[in-house]
């Protein structure tokens, strides 16, 4: 449209808005011309003056001005339009005119009003009339945060409105929160307003909460229309099962052997008040609507009632207890609801039964008595709103602990909003029709035609019950189809008949309550006036109102409730309970689906119409006169899908989707449109087939149409008075006569395209556009399409497919499988109807407004229409190929008669020849022969535009993905007619397998175009080629291969001379010989094409084919697919679902085997290879096997963890399934905290090899060589009770020579047979060193026979003292031949078999695949990594240069690989550290005191370390071997001093260097405690000297050490001060040296120990410095005596450990030079302190 209005604005502004305006539907009246520099957006008409919105935003008024006569008499009657310039600068968008005054609404959301302001209409006090545009503020007084009104002062918040309409004495505002605003005079305002003006604007709070789309207002009515909430589905809560007071059942059900009793006669005996019964219930009510803001009482309106026609019962059970007097007399009992609109139109804050129930107990409170509109009291008394009296009558005492059933009855029928007076008459036919209707088990649950009553049943007469009513009905129903009139009579012997009449007062029961009969029937003849008029049409309104939808959703609830009969003990066979309870086929219902976002930009058309003001004239549309001050939902026109509403003086439309207009109120002129009588109900206007009304206008006693016609060019219908005004006569006098039926203007065609139309007072007015460039004709065309389709649909729905789904035979005749699609198909068929009328309502809406193309929705939100449309042409496809139309024929000749004149006229079918079955198709097909129109319309509107402009490429878009869909529905129908003819010819026993909805034909080779290659003689092969799978049929079996998992390649035809194709599937291999190379070519491109469709989703198959590509040529060799197994075999019967590649399964994907296993991993060539994770179950309930590691071949090999059912976790090496190489085993209950622990090496499943067993039921832990999963060789056993056992071991026990050692450090060496049984010859030594040699025999500690002879050693005999000294461990296992499984574990992990050979480049290719594969993993769940793991991995990707002589520089860049390296357990070397880290901890933690030396499994780990590194740097030295320098190096190091090459040991290869930093801190706490054991008697002489010596001051410690004076400190500084040194002072001297000594306890490694000795000696040296001023060098002499008291002083609890690690785990290379000095020095300091004696 731009570029239009850039070619020419000024020409196209004369061809656009033009408005036309005349009085009255003579032949002779001529529209005037309105002349206006501008084109008319919008007008507004009053009583006798008119408002004109123009483009530019600017406002004139024209008429009768009278409020202007104060600023110039001349203005105040004016023809010409006169601009309101009060309004310049400000960009109006909407205007409205009332009786005599007017509105404007801004751009920013603003109000302004002028006009008369009498009754405070124009919202400003002080003024009778407002001359000019003054502005009105519309604020909100409630606190914005907490939406609570606040007490203080709070910051108004001013509300945004969107829409206005005026009255003759109110003015209505709809904001854009969708609230509606009301000021002025009136019930119309539709709050309580006194007598003064509402001058202020303010909120509407009866339609607060709700979506209001639009307000009008009529003289003294208002009217709003709102969008229908969505339902959220609540969690359905099942009945109270139990007693609220004393907790037992309230239903109790026995089975019998031919039947079951279920009784629910309860009673409680604790004799509590009616507990769930009405009583209680509406006392709870009132007391909770007493205190709430919604139940205050005083005014009208507010009184709170049923808010829904559907209601559920209240709960039947109650307690004993005399009858409350709340429940009224047979004789005074309230007639129903005096207006069932009342009851319809409460609002949904209480709970409507509640509701009901509060009615009941004080039924005087009835709007009614609240209203303006004076009442006979004999009317009251008819309507049964008040009592005798006003009172309420009770009733005696009696015996039932039920209330009186006649005031239940009328309670009920309150509670329904169906007037049952007409139905007595019908009740035959009811009956009879709700036996039919209640064995449906289809057509309950689709909502019957609102307008079809003969569908009403005796059901939906009921109050829709709660869990009682509807299983109760369903039941009763049921016993009378299975067993007819045996039933009958049970019911009469069971008083079925009275307990149906208790619950529901239905149809026959109904007479005593129904107006023309009982007490309170009116007098013969009855009053005809404007009551009695009245109740005739509150009956037919109850009719109008009721919710079908409700009952039957109810209904459906109550079915799959628990069946009960209240109040009786029922006999009913159980083959009948399990019928009722049956679930339905589950049905698409014809009721709104939930909004989808794609839904959110359509308007909605589930909308409600709500009125309130004066009814004198029947205007509010509630079948009555009377005045609401609030406002009510108009029930009728809930379902009619109203998506506009206009409002005249004293009537009142609504125009639906439709295009129908309904009507109601004054009809004194016929502006109603029909002259049906009563006109207070709404009523369809009566026009001609075929003319659909999309816009309405109400003035003051006529009704103005815009509809279409025969053509797409809007016509124009009036209805109501003629006016003929003579020159010198009023319009009043010169009124004629009026129309029975909207008439044609036969002006209309020649306005042009007319866009909005316009009333009021006794004008009309009409704004057209000429039509420029064909555009305006386009969008007319497009809009007029789209309502025309809309209304067929519609129109199918409710006369085929509606009836259809009630038709008694069709589960019968179709089948439970087409049944199903039937069902399928009428859901999508509404959804895709929905659509269109949700479209066709915006396409209407943008006609009015700004007939722009960037409204359209169809372009906007095309996915949405594409996806709606595809999935619809599915389901009729669906259900051609499966035969559902062929057999749907027969339930339609039987519901339309044998010609179906329906379906014919509906189809508009010339041929009437035509088989039913395709009718229906054609019929069926309807929506997607429109789909055509969308490409074609906006293809014609393209062509209004340049070329070159957005606009046309958006409009040629949006027609190319309509033409693509087009055309693919097209194939898709063709596809399912050519399989439909296929199944016709096939044979008939393998159709019933083979044929399934979804399924399509693409070729078959029944012509011998394809045959099997080396097939028999006399076989019959049948190839047929399905869009899902391809079938090969011989004579009467058949197999099928699905697409998603079949392969095919071309054979050459070079050397055979055969047209072959080979085919590929997972469990079979052969080959297909095609008659030709033309037929190979086709067979080859139709299965490839089969393949991609059918691995590609058919979303994006569509969106694809819309964008205009087609599939590829070959299908992909990898693809995800799902597969079960079908062969004998280890998968037999398993389904995968994964990935494969050329019929194997290979990559990641899931088994599931039918007796419960499951292995989910990754795949190669068919077997499970890499990591994968299996779950086996076993015998025991709910346990299973799961193992996760990884595999190869099909088995678990490599490492994994396997948790067994029993409880054990075993976590190492595997290989063919069993455990081997390194693992660990826990065995034990899960629960206990320390189960058993094997940890070592295993060889087909049995330990084998060196391995610690950690048995804690024994207290045993035993170390040593194993073999057949029993202890053999030579091995270590401690226990924790200190005993240490070191020996040879036979099938488990200990036998042959051992080594015994007991916590007293008594020892035996000897001879064993069994475990701790001394058997022959040793020697047993004691604690003091005496000893016993000869035989021994017995348990250890159990008493032991001894043969031999008893040492006691000489005092003086020192060297045979030393022979006897016992070495530990020369019987145990060395550590050089411990852990090998490990250290080949880490060897196969780089690549090499063979320990210490292969290549390196291998090992470095296995370590990039290992990180590689590893970081994929802890991709997926990065919660196993942190973050500087990550970094660390990103690292080592990063391969060190290792090729030449290994500089300084590459050797650090080597050590700083290796840390990383081993400090990640991703990485092999990482993995075997930890591995280290694990099987040493294993050893020295837990059970009694090892008496090994700790450090020799250290120095064999690191060596066996250090050889895989050298392995992976070959040019890295060996231990010990230096690295060569640089010449630059060289030089550097020729230029220093040889004191400051104290950098020496970096430049040696060692692994402690190396490795230390990494394994140490791992290891340190079991080591440190393995030496403090060790060393313990040592440290304990140490320690007691250390804590005496420290006892005395400093000086004195320093004269008893022999430190020279000189030395000794004469002042010390303490926090920052100076103090001198005296004979007091402790602790202060040397301190910084003692503290710096002290950290040795916090390192780990003997480098770093090492380093902080030196750092101790330099504090000293700088202390003595300071001391003598003067330079100084040290001789041992001196330096020894001040090391050892800062040793004592630094008081380290374990030095002796500390100085035994650092001597067995310090680099050999340090071992001479200034470090070991130092070293050396600290270690005589502590064997210094051992011996000090202290005089």
Not at 531 to 554: H, P, Y
């Amino acid at each position: 449209m731009d570029n239009q209005k850039s070619s020419g604005e000024e020409e196209s502004s004369r061809e656009r808005g033009l408005l036309h305006t005349w009085k009255g539907y003579s032949c002779s009246v001529t529209p005037e011309k309105v002349l206006l520099s501008r084109p008319v957006l919008q007008a507004a008409l009053g009583n006798r003056h008119g408002v004109l919105l123009v483009e530019g935003g600017q406002v004139y008024s024209f008429g009768e001005l009278s409020w202007k006569q104060t600023q110039a008499p001349s203005s105040v009657v004016t023809s010409e339009p006169v601009l309101e310039a009060g309004l310049s600068g400000q960009r109006v968008v909407a205007v409205a005119a009332g009786g005599f005054h007017s509105g404007a609404l801004t751009e920013d959301g603003g109000v302004h009003m002028w006009g008369d302001n009498a009754h405070g209409q124009c919202g400003l006090s002080g003024l009778t009339t407002v001359p000019n545009p003054t502005p009105v503020g519309v604020v909100d007084q409630l606190d914005p945060a907490s939406a609570l009104p606040s007490a203080c002062a709070s910051p108004q918040v001013v509300v945004t409105v969107v829409e206005l309409a005026c009255g003759e004495q109110h003015t209505m505002a709809l904001s854009a929160r969708h609230e509606v605003w009301a000021w002025g005079s009136g019930p119309q305002l539709g709050y309580p307003v006194g007598t003064v003006p509402a001058w202020r604007p303010q909120r509407v709070d009866r339609l607060a909460g709700r979506h209001v789309l639009q307000v009008a207002c009529g003289a003294f009515h208002s009217m709003a229309l709102v969008r229908c909430p969505v339902p959220t589905p609540e969690p359905r809560r099942p009945p109270p099962d139990k007693c609220g007071q004393c907790n037992q059942l309230l239903y109790t059900m026995t089975d019998k052997e031919d039947h079951v009793i279920i009784s629910d006669s309860h009673h409680c005996p604790l004799g509590v008040e009616v507990g769930v019964g009405l009583g209680e219930v509406a006392g709870e009510v009132r007391r909770s609507s007493e205190g709430s803001p919604g139940g205050k009482g005083g005014s009208p309106g507010q009184q709170k009632v049923k808010s829904s026609p559907s209601e559920p019962l209240l709960s039947t059970h109650s307690h004993p207890r005399p009858l409350s007097s709340s429940f009224t007399a047979p004789g005074s009992s309230p007639a129903p609801a005096a207006s069932p609109s009342q009851d319809q139109a409460a609002p949904s804050s209480l709970d409507s039964a509640e509701e009901a129930c509060k009615e009941l107990e004080e039924p005087e409170a009835s709007e009614h008595t609240n209203n303006s509109v004076d009442q006979d009291p004999s009317t009251l008394q008819e309507d049964g709103s008040r009592t005798q009296g006003g009172a309420v009558l009770g009733t005696g005492a009696k015996n039932s602990p039920y209330p009186d059933e006649q005031a239940v009855k009328d309670y009920l029928k309150r509670l329904s909003d169906h007037t049952l007076s007409e139905q007595t008459a019908k009740s035959p036919q009811l009956a009879q029709h709700s036996q039919v209707r209640s064995t449906d088990a289809i057509a309950d649950v689709f909502t019957p035609d609102p307008d079809d009553e003969t569908t009403t049943s005796i059901v939906t007469a009921m109050p829709a019950g709660g869990p009682v009513g509807s299983a109760l009905n369903s039941l009763v129903a049921s016993c009378a189809l299975v067993v007819g009139e045996r039933v009958a009579s049970t019911c009469e012997a069971l008083s079925l008949r009275k307990v149906m009449n208790y619950y529901y007062p239905v149809s026959s029961s109904s007479s005593s309550s129904s107006p023309a009969s009982g007490p309170r029937a009116p007098p013969e003849g009855g009053r005809e006036g404007p009551v009695g008029l009245a109740r005739l049409e509150e009956s037919l309104q109850g009719k109008k109102s009721s919710s079908l939808g409700d009952i039957r959703e109810e209904e459906a609830e109550g079915l799959s409730r628990r069946l009960s009969l209240p109040g009786l003990l029922s006999q009913v066979s159980p083959r009948l309970l399990r019928r009722c309870s049956r679930s339905r086929v589950k049905a698409a219902p014809l009721t709104p689906p939930v909004v989808t976002e794609g839904d959110s930009l359509l308007p909605s058309l589930q909308t409600e119409v709500w009125s309130w003001g004066r009814g004198q004239e029947g205007q509010l549309g509630y079948g009555d006169f009377q005045t609401r001050s609030q406002p009510l939902c108009i029930k009728s026109l809930s379902s009619k899908e109203v998506v506009r509403i206009a409002a005249g003086a004293h009537h009142s439309l609504a125009l639906t989707a439709q295009s129908q207009v309904f009507s109601w109120g004054s009809n004194s002129s016929g502006q109603l449109g029909h002259m049906e009588s009563p006109s207070t109900i709404p009523r369809l206007a009566k026009l001609s087939e075929g003319i659909r009304v999309w816009d309405v206008a109400a003035g003051q006693q006529h009704t103005l149409l815009l509809a279409d016609g025969d053509c797409f060019q809007p016509i124009l219908y009036y209805s109501g008075q003629q006016v003929r005004e003579g020159p010198g006569q009023t319009s009043k006098e010169g009124s004629g006569g009026y129309t029975q039926q909207p008439v044609l203007l036969p002006f209309c065609m020649n306005l042009g395209y007319v866009s909005s139309v316009f009333a009021g007072g006794q004008m009309c007015a009409a704004v057209a556009d000429k039509n420029v460039m064909g555009f305006i004709a386009s969008l007319h065309e497009l809009a007029a399409a789209e309502r025309r389709c809309y209304c067929k649909l519609t129109s199918v729905k409710i006369h085929v497919l509606q009836p259809l789904l009630k038709a008694e035979n069709l589960c019968s005749s179709l089948g439970p499988i087409s049944t199903g699609l039937l069902q399928t198909l009428i859901g999508r068929f509404h959804r895709v109807c929905q659509l269109t009328g949700q479209n066709s309502a915006s396409l209407t809406s943008l006609l009015r407004r700004s007939r722009d193309i960037k409204g359209l929705v169809i372009l906007e939100n095309a996915q949405v229409f594409m996806d709606a449309y595809t999935e619809y042409a599915t389901a009729v496809g669906n259900f051609l190929v499966i035969g559902g139309f062929q057999a749907l024929a027969k339930p339609c000749q039987d519901l339309f008669g044998k010609g179906c004149e329906v379906v014919q006229r509906l189809v508009e079918s010339a041929d009437e020849s035509a088989p039913l079955p395709d009718l229906l198709l054609s019929l069926l097909h309807l929506p997607i022969k429109h789909l055509q129109e969308y490409g074609r319309l906006l293809l014609k509107l393209a062509t209004c535009y340049e070329v070159s402009s957005p606009d046309y490429q958006k409009l040629q878009d949006g027609c190319s993905k309509f033409e693509s869909l087009v055309l693919h529905l097209k194939r898709k129908r063709k596809e399912a007619d050519y399989t439909l003819h296929f199944w016709k010819s096939f044979p008939g026993k393998m159709t019933d397998s083979l044929r399934k909805a979804s399924r399509r034909l693409v070729c078959e080779s029944s012509n011998k175009a394809l045959t099997l290659q080396n097939a028999g003689r006399f076989s019959v092969n049948w190839f047929i080629l399905f869009n899902d799978a391809l079938v090969h049929a011989q004579f009467s079996t058949h197999h099928v291969f699905p697409l998603t998992t079949l392969w095919v390649e071309p054979i050459s035809e070079e050397n055979t001379g055969l047209f072959g194709l080979k085919v590929i599937t997972p469990e079979e291999t052969f080959t297909l010989l095609a008659s030709s190379s033309m037929e190979k070519a086709k067979w080859l491109r139709s299965i490839h094409q089969a393949v991609e469709q059918a691995l590609s989703s058919v979303g994006s198959e569509v969106a694809s084919l819309a964008a205009g590509g087609g599939p590829r040529a070959d299908p992909p060799i990898s693809r995800t697919a799902s597969y079960k197994f079908y062969k004998d075999g280890r998968l037999k019967d398993a389904t995968y679902e994964g990935r494969w590649v050329a019929g194997k399964p290979h990559g990641r994907g899931m088994v599931k085997w039918p007796d419960g296993r499951v292995y989910t991993g990754t795949f190669k060539n068919g077997l499970e290879d890499g990591f994968g994770e299996y779950i086996a179950p076993t015998k025991s309930p709910n346990k299973s096997d799961h193992y996760q590691g990884n595999w190869k071949e099909g088995k678990m090999h490599g490492f994994g963890t396997y948790r067994y059912a029993t409880g054990e976790v075993y976590e190492g090496c595997f290989q063919d399934n069993m455990r081997h190489g390194h693992g660990m085993l826990r065995s034990g209950k899960l629960n206990s905290s320390s189960p058993s622990v094997f940890i070592g090496q295993w060889v087909n499943d049995r330990k084998c090899g060196y391995g610690v067993f950690d048995d804690i039921t024994r207290g045993e832990k035993y170390m040593g060589t194993w073999q057949d999963d029993q202890r053999q060789g030579h091995g270590v056993i401690v226990t924790q009770f200190g005993l240490y056992h070191e020996g040879a071991f036979s099938n488990n026990k200990m036998m042959g020579t051992g080594v015994l050692l007991s916590e007293d450090d008594t020892t035996f060496e000897g001879e064993f047979s069994e475990d701790w049984t001394l058997s022959g010859k040793g020697i047993l030594t004691m604690p003091n060193g005496d000893y016993i040699e000869g035989s021994f025999s017995g348990v250890w500690g159990t008493g032991l026979k001894i043969s031999g002879s008893y040492y006691k050693p000489n005092l003086y005999d020192s060297d045979k003292d030393k022979s006897r000294t016992l070495k530990l461990g020369g019987l145990a296992v060395s550590s050089s031949e411990k852990w090998l499984a490990v250290f080949e574990e880490c060897w196969r992990r780089l690549g090499s078999d063979t320990v210490g050979q292969g290549e390196t480049s291998r090992a470095w290719d296995n370590i990039a695949i290992a990180l590689t594969t590893n970081r994929q993993r802890h991709r997926d769940s990065p919660e196993l990594l942190s973050r500087s793991h990550h970094k660390t991995l990103e690292s080592l990707e990063i391969i060190p240069q290792h090729e030449g002589p290994v500089t300084m520089e590459k050797y650090d860049t080597i050590r700083h690989y290796l840390i990383k390296a081993c400090d990640t357990p991703l990485h092999p070397l990482g993995r075997l550290l930890e591995m280290l880290v694990a099987v040493y901890r294993m050893t020295y933690v837990g059970v009694g005191a090892n008496r090994e030396t700790p450090s020799l499994n250290a120095k064999s780990y690191l060596s066996q370390v250090l050889s895989q590194g050298v392995f992976l740097f070959p040019d890295l030295p060996e231990e010990g071997g230096l690295i060569p320098e640089t010449a630059d190096a060289q030089q550097e190091r020729d230029s220093i001093s040889s004191d400051a090459q104290l950098d020496a040991p970096r430049r040696v290869v060692s692994s402690s260097a190396l490795l230390l930093p990494v394994l140490l801190p791992r290891l340190y706490p079991p080591l440190f405690t393995l030496y403090a054991l060790d060393k313990e008697k040592e440290e304990d002489v140490y320690w007691e000297c250390v804590l005496r010596l420290n006892k005395q001051p400093d000086l004195a410690l320093l004269a008893f050490l022999g430190v020279q004076q000189k030395f000794w400190p004469v002042s010390v500084t303490v926090q920052g001060e100076k103090q001198q040194v005296v004979i007091s002072t402790k602790d202060a001297c040397f301190a910084t040296a003692v503290e710096t000594l002290q950290q040795i306890s916090t390192t780990f490694t003997p480098s770093d120990k090492l380093q902080v000795i030196q750092l101790t000696f330099e504090e000293i040296t700088q202390e003595v410095l300071a001391l003598l001023k003067e330079d100084f060098l040290w001789s041992m002499d001196d330096l020894f005596p001040v090391f050892l008291y800062v040793v004592l002083r630094a008081r380290i609890r374990n030095l002796g450990s500390e100085v035994n690690l650092i001597e067995d785990l310090m680099d050999p290379c340090v071992q001479h030079g200034e470090h070991g000095i130092m070293f050396t020095t600290l270690k005589a300091s502590y064997y210094q302190i051992q011996h000090e004696k202290i005089t």
